[in-house]
């Protein structure tokens, strides 16, 4: 993970009331490098001590899970920064519940003016375990900070990190322990595309296919060594999607005609590469065909620069399962 330094800053104190009462302090957050998400609210937060730094914007749109990239956050009527100075020692319950406790209060409050710009760097990070999470460096370019007749500028300093999950676990690698054997939604009709799925709670991997291709591939036939069956993959009759729904999954959400309302699918991710299938003869006359996802790359439905690759064997193989036919 990327360390951020240690905060800079250029504050330049432009005006200020003649009577010295102004209190804005020192803007010191360096030792505070990770913001904080207020979920009641959905701002990112720095406390340090007394002083509180929020940041107010659509965390969606400006921290995706994309990596390499670098957003401009441009202050205006929707994208707020906002400094306050409380009476104690701040925590969270003072900033994100619905009913603020009584102490301590907000003794100032300062509104970045619009037109100030932060931007956001994103690295995707992966773990020695293979999980992945984004870390989004966040730095302010220029603000201009505005109390009644008061301004104050701060310049080239880094707010802080914030972490965003993969948002899914895909775990669907039970494999070498003899637990995935795909589904296949039976719907009568042998023109109609085929579906073979997996369900793991809320999440489901599918492979979607012509009933040509389902028959070239799953033939009752043993393959030769390293001579699997292969089929690449397409936008239109022959893909592999990842679903993850806003609930518990089933047979009859991913197989009916007429799905159920709920659960919804609140991400979909769409495939490059191809499907392989090796076949073998357990007994006489019954074959267990196995099916590897090879090369496989799953992109975002709803932004193909985001994109993440399952856990692959040295080959670039990822078994999705095994089934039998007679």
Known sequence: MKKLSALFAIVLLVFACDDGD??????????????????????LYKIN???????????????SNI??????ITV????????????????SSAICTSLPPATPTVVEEWNASQGGELTVTTTKLVSDDGDVSYEHSISIVRLEFVKDDETIVIENQNYGTYTTSQGFDFDFEDFSNGTINPSKCDSGDES???IIYEINSDEVLKIIITSENFNTLFVNEVTGI????????????????????????????ICSNTPPVTPVVEQRWLTTGEIWVTTEEVVVGEFQHTVIFHDVTFFNSTNNEETFKPTEDEDGNYVFGQFGTE
């Open 22 to 43: 102004m209190t804005f302090k020192d803007f010191n957050f360096g030792d505070v490098t990770t913001a904080q998400l207020c979920t009641a609210n959905e701002f």
């Open 226 to 253: 390293d001579a699997p069956r292969i089929l690449e993959l397409d936008d239109a009759d022959n893909r592999v999607i990842f679903d993850v729904y806003s609930g518990t999954a089933s047979g009859t959400l």
């Open 49 to 63: 001590g007394t002083e509180v730094l929020i940041l107010d914007v659509n965390i969606e749109e400006y921290f």
């Open 76 to 91: 205006n009527s929707a994208n707020k920064v906002i400094y306050r100075n409380y009476s104690g020692t701040v925590t």
């Open 192 to 194: 109609a595309p085929k």
């Open 67 to 72: 990596d390499g990239t670098i957003d401009t």
